[in-house]
């Protein structure tokens, strides 16, 4: 096995990406990615991404109580639940059998090359090694390695009497779009630029206060230079998980994914401002 894990090979991503690309009609599949890429600069350029929490975070402006606070907070609004999302995904590509953009003769195996692709995520997210496979564990999982690092913290994952409405909401929204495989992609796809942008942030104020704190979790996220020598691998699941979302896109759904798109990160930047309050009183 060469530098690159399984799960960061480029070839066999290429293989994969090549499939869903030409599982289209060419002229469908430049219409869908560019109403996607849409969706994607929106994304992007979502005041989320310019909160006020992010340049106090790179400051290293929290006290580790205000940072605790967070992340019990963090745990429920997307960490408990991520893996949750991403399988079920998994399995709702399912109805890629019956979605109409992709050729006939290519449906069914459509299926097998989309749960491929969010698979090399999912075996992320529970703990393989991406470069030496026989060091893969449970155990490295990334909501165990966040557990840890609560534990650490000295947060119990159970209390959950710190645990703010606006954490419990994203959850729910989440849930609630358990059963639709294209606004459970575009969920996803928003979730791991939040966790890309956030993580970064986050990581650096924890740093400060104890270089334990920056290990696991945050060796897995958080890290700005995402490279072979790295567990980090968020880039290539967003991208991933846009690509899917061209593939099973349908105009006739375009009002609806940008109001789903809207929702989730209004939800997202109403918690990250409920952090800010919240912790300037601790």
């Avoid at 992709?102 to 698979?119: D, G, P």
């Avoid at 090694?129 to 119990?156: C, I, R, W």
């Avoid at 710190?162 to 796809?189: F, G, P, R, V, W």
């Avoid at 104890?210 to 230079?225: T, V």
Wanted: glycine share 2%.
């Amino acid at each position: 096995m060469n530098t690159f894990s399984f799960t960061q090979s480029e070839h066999t991503r290429l293989e994969l990406l090549q499939f869903i690309q030409n599982s289209l009609k060419p002229e469908i599949w430049q219409q869908n990615t560019q109403a996607v890429n849409h969706l994607k600069q929106l994304t992007q350029h979502h005041s989320l991404f310019k909160h006020p929490i992010l340049d106090q975070l790179h400051q290293c402006q929290f006290s580790l109580d205000q940072l605790k606070f967070i992340h019990i907070n963090y745990f429920t609004a997307i960490v408990k639940n991520f893996t949750d999302a991403l399988s079920m995904v998994i399995y709702q590509a399912h109805k890629l059998e019956q979605n109409s953009n992709i050729l006939e003769e290519n449906r069914i195996a459509s299926k097998i090359y989309a749960r491929y692709l969010l698979s090399l995520n999912l075996i992320d997210e529970l703990g393989f090694n991406t470069h030496q496979l026989e060091q893969s564990s449970a155990a490295k999982s990334h909501l165990v390695y966040f557990l840890k690092l609560m534990q650490q913290l000295g947060l119990d994952p159970l209390n959950q009497s710190e645990t703010q409405i606006e954490a419990y909401a994203l959850t729910e929204y989440i849930q609630k779009n358990m059963d639709s495989y294209a606004e459970l992609l575009l969920i996803l796809a928003c979730t791991e630029l939040q966790v890309i942008k956030f993580s970064e942030a986050l990581r650096n104020n924890m740093a400060i206060y104890n270089s334990i704190y920056i290990e696991g979790y945050y060796a897995c996220h958080g890290l700005a230079d995402q490279d072979a020598s790295t567990l980090a691998n968020d880039d290539n699941h967003q991208d991933d998980i846009w690509t899917l979302l061209a593939q099973c896109y349908s105009p006739e759904n375009q009002q609806h994914l940008l109001q789903v798109q809207s929702e989730y990160l209004v939800l997202w930047n109403n918690f990250w401002s409920k952090m800010k309050v919240c912790t300037a009183t601790i």
